[in-house]
């Protein structure tokens, strides 16, 4: 499974972002798409996940603010950033979580650069 997101850039405190991941291969009918984040000198963490069926997490930081959704039929993920911060400023990171056969593969995109200026 490949990866390939976009949408990342610089915003000021307030605004928006739309960010995309589009996964192309092997992908299961059961799988479950998200974004993990990672801001510089710290760990890498969950932002939201969303499962085929339409079940999303979200991590208690972004949630209200952030809204991720899916296209099955493109095998595309998305995830709206409203009212940003300067603390969501991180490389954000595609992830695909492939169900087969009882095994779990995890695959994850470039990463793509959201800065949020004050």
């Known amino acids: 499974v490949q990866l390939q997101a976009s949408g990342g850039g610089l915003v000021q405190a307030g605004g928006s972002l739309r960010l995309s991941c589009e996964a192309s291969?092997?992908?299961?009918?059961?799988?479950?798409m998200g974004w993990y984040r990672q801001a510089p000198g710290k760990q890498r963490e969950l932002v939201a996940l969303i499962g085929s069926l339409g079940t999303a997490n979200y991590a208690d930081s972004v949630k209200g603010r952030f809204t991720i959704s899916r296209d099955n039929a493109k095998n595309t993920v998305y995830l709206q950033l409203n009212s940003l911060k300067p603390e969501d400023t991180a490389v954000y990171y595609c992830t695909f979580k492939n169900l087969v056969n009882g095994k779990v593969d995890d695959y994850w995109g470039p990463g793509t650069l959201v800065t949020v200026s004050s």
């Open positions: 291969g092997s992908i299961s009918d059961i799988n479950i």
